[in-house]
T-cell receptor
């Protein structure tokens, strides 16, 4: 079955630390890949997406993600996190036109 | 940016009653809206795809008669949880696909608690 795995359920960092959140998916065909963020009390927002082309994708707020096809991975990175990055992060895969399959999410807490 | 409004944001109801959740695209038209459910510490699971003017498409394992979906206009889809039971308590979230550019936007979600 198609699935998305996010290995880190809860990550705690200090400000200015570097961040990498793992995301692996299981689907053999062509996929579109997304990272969404949900700040406390707010709705899901799109951070970045990959459809094709350069596998290193840059998103909003200094986030980037790298699609590694051979590893079925789409890890999210940020060189230096801020307190305002505290949120829940969801990786999602779109194996066909309509469906989005989400990972279980990673809760990031950043302390000043 | 485009906004999807979801109401109510939280609701508490008695077992056996029905609850309606609304999902509106405020500044764009959406022929397709999606309904997801999220249990605590679990992933968002797609329940159904709502198509304007036609019947919704339900995912495997989702009861059509229990989760009634109506997508009567290009800006509104409703999810009605009929005869709710405590196991239906969950976080429900909708998303809408912009007809023009096919971007997907999410509502803020509805926390349903069935007593």
């Amino acid at each position: 079955a198609q699935s998305v795995s996010q290995h880190n359920h809860h990550v705690i960092l200090s400000e200015a630390a570097s961040l990498e959140l793992g995301c692996n998916y299981s689907y053999g065909g062509t996929v579109n890949l997304f990272w969404y963020v949900q700040y406390p009390g707010q709705h899901l927002q799109l951070l970045l997406k990959y459809f094709s082309g350069d596998p290193l994708v840059k998103g909003i707020k200094g986030f980037e993600a790298e699609f590694i096809k051979s590893k079925f991975s789409f890890n999210l990175r940020k060189p230096s996190v801020q307190w305002s990055d505290t949120a829940e992060y969801f990786c999602a895969v779109n194996p066909d036109t309509d469906k989005l399959i989400f990972g279980t999410g990673t809760r990031l807490q950043v302390f000043p | 940016g485009a906004v999807v409004s979801q109401h109510p944001s939280w609701v508490i109801c008695k077992s056996g009653t029905s609850v309606k959740i609304e999902c509106r695209s405020l500044d764009f038209q959406a022929t397709t809206m999606f309904w997801y459910r999220q249990f605590p510490k679990q992933s968002l699971m797609l329940m159904a795809t709502s198509n304007e003017g036609s019947k919704a498409t339900y995912e495997q394992g989702v009861e059509k008669d229990k989760f009634l979906i109506n997508h009567a206009s290009l800006t509104l889809s409703t999810l009605t949880v009929t005869s709710a039971h405590p196991e239906d308590s969950s976080f429900y979230i909708c998303s809408a696909r912009d007809l023009e550019d096919e971007k997907l936007f999410f509502g803020s979600g509805t926390q349903l608690s069935v007593l």
